[in-house]
């Protein structure tokens, strides 16, 4: 029985494992393509608590927080389907403590960077603008 769970906990590490790195690609590539479309970076991975902003960056005076998916697929579907209401109440949350951490006074808008990867290394980007608003509590 323990060799089992054994090899449940390395199977599931190495999904964890690659899945990070994955994600890790798709957050660089994103930040690369955002400097080559004008954007500044200002964070990368910014945490607030267990709530995290993916990239925040600046072009034309709007601070930009993006939210990146990444898959190698599309048997998950869309990867921007995967920001769900929850994701998008916990993004708000990071960006409004983001802004008054650097007191800032920005118009704000919210991006999805959808990213699916193949074996042979190529990607293909989309960059919802305007993707979603912060939700009316």
Not at 44 to 58: E, P, Q, T
Request: with cysteine.
């Amino acid at each position: 029985m323990q060799q089992i769970i054994a090899k449940f906990a390395l199977q599931t590490l190495t999904y964890m494992a690659r899945h990070n790195i994955i994600g890790r690609e798709g957050e660089k590539y994103a930040a690369d393509y955002l400097e080559e479309q004008g954007y500044v970076i200002l964070d990368r991975n910014w945490m607030c608590g267990h709530k995290d902003l993916d990239i925040v960056a600046v072009k034309d005076g709007i601070l930009v927080f993006v939210e990146v998916k990444t898959r190698t697929g599309m048997e998950w579907g869309d990867p921007e389907d995967a920001v769900t209401d929850k994701k998008i109440r916990n993004i708000v949350h990071a960006a409004d403590a983001y802004i008054r951490y650097r007191c800032l006074d920005m118009d704000v808008r919210f991006d999805v960077i959808s990213i699916i990867m193949d074996d042979t290394g190529y990607y293909r980007v989309e960059h919802i603008k305007e993707a979603f608003f912060p939700p009316v509590e």
